[in-house]
């Protein structure tokens, strides 16, 4: 009688919270999935490789990015990503485009006027979590800009992404041409 009523009473507790802690998982699981929804293009091709495109504000990302895309204009300002010609941030949130089987991420530059690196950061994040990975990073740096500043920030990405960023790390000089 009475041990039987404790004993389906504990049972009945257990199995709710079972279930509780069941409903709050799959929760968790819709949310995640809902989240990364947006991304299932990238996640389904495993052919597609996926480059992103780092660095400061006004060291030639998306100039770079369009001679990836196949711009072979004088500027490099024909291609899919706007280029300033004033160190301005052109870029505000990331920027992709598919050509073949490789698509570009132009992220936002660091130290832009608007100061929403971590904020861009996060949105990066978010991305390569949805897409499921990534092939390359291409740090892009303007010659002679390899300041204390942008080392803080290589040490910021790398605490994010973990030491595995520098086994996909490239970089890229730019403005050559104007001297060292």
Request: net charge negative; proline share 2%.
């Amino acid at each position: 009688g009475e041990l039987q009523t404790q004993k389906d009473y504990i049972v009945s507790n257990e199995f709710n919270q079972i279930h509780a802690e069941k409903v709050e998982l799959e929760q968790k699981i819709q949310d995640e999935e809902k989240k990364i929804e947006p991304y299932n293009a990238e996640r389904a091709d495993e052919g597609n490789k996926l480059v992103i495109l780092i660095g400061n504000t006004g060291h030639g990302k998306s100039s770079f990015g369009n001679r990836l895309m196949g711009d072979l204009s004088i500027f490099a300002n024909k291609g899919p990503y706007t280029t300033s010609y004033d160190n301005g941030s052109c870029t505000k949130s990331l920027q992709k485009s598919l050509k073949n089987n490789l698509s570009i991420i132009d992220c936002p530059g660091w130290n832009d006027s608007d100061g929403d690196d971590r904020g861009h950061t996060n949105n990066l994040c978010e991305f390569l979590r949805g897409c499921g990975g990534i092939n390359a990073v291409v740090l892009v740096i303007k010659v002679g800009k390899f300041d204390s500043n942008f080392k803080d920030k290589l040490k910021y990405i790398e605490y994010v992404f973990d030491t595995g960023f520098w086994e996909h790390l490239i970089i890229v000089l730019t403005h050559i041409d104007k001297g060292m």
